[in-house]
């Protein structure tokens, strides 16, 4: 397996035009990778990071020295088997490769032509191109933030940024951690970091847990979560973690970093119960109020997505994880949060999926694999639906906010401004609050602030007020000298014209693609 594009054995991997470009390295893009791979196709794959693994299988670079990476996760052998089966096969592992966009060429036959630029950090600013003539996007989440007084202390970290520190550096946030927000990200984060020896003095959980109680079927039909909840439930209990439904923290207390903070008892739509504020003592906060799709290269290609149960947009996948644009296929976050086993499965379907088309092999969907995998995959997204129904934001969460709260950390646009846009100027949108305040037009471009604005801006007029996902032109920053340097002759990267025709298997009979 080539580890770089620098690698004698691959050659040029930048002249070849693949069956099958994978961008994402992680659960669902490995598994994609080594299956279509393992079928014939020839396969690129394209990742941000130096290292396979994604987020959920981040781990130490050997000059860490880490003597037991595997200790700090959880289902370590099937990243190991996938791994083995990526060395032993002919993917072309293009490493600390940032796309940030997609073309489609229509010709003769349909290529597709991956933009990314290189380095560590993006800062290579090597561009490079690779041409395949499918693509299957595996892109993964990013966590939603929302934000209360004090959030932009030294201290507080996001709840996945915290688990990333301890998985890539071993390093914790602080002594003493506060885990906040919402999801069963909490207690995996605050076990790993007791165990890493941090002292944990509460998880802080602004949902309950008896939603999942009104779903008893989906419960039983997925043995493997409540086993997962009792090993998290056992680690809490070992270290004397106490965990705090129905509370949220509503502010941090510091000067030049983090020295406490206020969690208070929130009501069922997340509103602040007067009086109940109590102050714990801690260095860090790590918070996090779940995940959101990372969507933008698919939908810039004009790709359909869907409603989840948390009010947030995922990709409208068919039942062999098609995109609504022919060409397209997406596994795992991007179709909707579920972890990384169901990114695992949804990613070896999309792999046969892909590998019969190219080969012009009929009925895939006839495989026994498959007929198996889908099984797996529907009890697992059944249990990923109740997960985001429980979790999701309640709209209450505004209240945490004062005026002086910064919404907006790029741009540094405050609560109180985007009150007035919407009370002085009757803004009624993010887009028309983000044109008087500039609020979501900074290095992030809303994707962290993006929910709260809109939040502000709905007001009480909506129980759901979280944007649409934009079609960004850039998926990622990229240095004006590389836009400069392509060729004005080339196609450009308007949006793929998708199907035409709905596709009713989809679980929430939205409109989605069909081939």
Request: hydrophobic fraction near 40%; charged fraction near 20%.
């Amino acid at each position: 397996m080539p580890g770089s594009p620098s690698d004698g054995a691959a050659g040029d991997p930048y002249a070849t035009v693949y069956d099958l470009a994978v961008i994402g390295a992680g659960c669902a893009g490995l598994a994609g990778a080594v299956t279509a791979s393992e079928r014939g196709l020839s396969v690129a794959l394209l990742d941000t990071a130096g290292r396979i693994g994604g987020q959920f299988y981040r781990h130490p670079d050997p000059a860490v020295g880490a003597v037991r990476p595997e200790a700090l996760h959880h289902d370590w052998s099937a990243f190991a088997g996938l791994r083995r089966r990526l060395e032993a096969g002919d993917v072309v592992h293009l490493a600390g490769h940032h796309v940030w966009t997609v073309e489609r060429q229509d010709g003769a036959e349909v290529r597709w032509t991956v933009h990314a630029v290189t380095g560590a950090d993006g800062d290579g600013e090597h561009p490079v191109r690779v041409q395949a003539r499918t693509v299957l996007l595996a892109t993964g989440a990013y966590e939603r933030q929302l934000p209360f007084p004090g959030w932009t202390l030294p201290g507080v970290v996001g709840a996945a940024g915290a688990q990333a520190m301890l998985k890539a550096g071993l390093v914790l946030p602080g002594r003493r951690v506060v885990v906040a927000g919402s999801g069963p990200l909490l207690l995996a984060v605050a076990g790993s970091l007791a165990s890493a020896g941090a002292r944990v003095p509460a998880v802080v959980e602004a949902a309950g847990y008896l939603g999942y109680a009104r779903r008893p079927a989906v419960l039983a039909a997925d043995p493997q979560k409540l086993a997962e909840a009792v090993v998290h439930g056992a680690a809490l209990l070992k270290h004397g973690v106490r965990l705090r439904t129905r509370s949220a923290v509503t502010q941090v207390h510091g000067t030049d970093r983090v020295e406490g903070v206020t969690v208070s008892r929130v009501d069922r739509d997340w509103r602040p119960v007067r009086g109940t504020g109590r102050r714990i003592a801690c260095d860090a906060l790590a918070v996090g109020h779940g995940l959101v799709p990372q969507t933008e290269l698919a939908t810039s290609l004009g790709c359909a997505t869907r409603r989840t149960e948390d009010g947030t947009h995922a990709l409208a996948l068919d039942a062999l994880q098609r995109t609504s644009v022919p060409g397209l296929w997406a596994a795992g976050e991007t179709g909707g949060i579920g972890g990384a086993q169901l990114a695992r499965v949804e990613g070896e379907i999309a792999g046969i999926a892909v590998a019969a088309q190219v080969r012009g092999e009929p009925g895939p969907a006839r495989d026994g694999r498959v007929r198996e995998l889908r099984r797996r995959r529907e009890r697992m997204r059944a249990f990923a639906d109740a997960m985001a129904a429980v979790h999701a934001p309640g709209k209450g969460w505004a209240e945490w906010l004062d005026d002086a709260t910064e919404v907006c950390r790029c741009e540094e646009v405050p609560a109180g401004a985007v009150r007035e846009a919407v009370d002085a100027y009757g803004a009624r949108d993010a887009r028309t609050v983000k044109l008087l305040t500039r609020a979501g037009m900074g290095w992030c471009q809303g994707r962290m602030c993006g929910a709260a604005v809109a939040r502000l801006a709905a007001g009480e007029a909506t129980l759901s007020p979280l944007p649409s996902p934009e079609r960004r032109p850039l998926a990622g920053p990229v240095p004006l000298d590389v836009l400069g340097a392509l060729d004005p002759g080339e196609p450009s990267a308007a949006p793929a014209r998708p199907a035409e025709q709905p596709d009713t298997d989809l679980p929430d009979g939205d409109a989605g693609p069909r081939h």
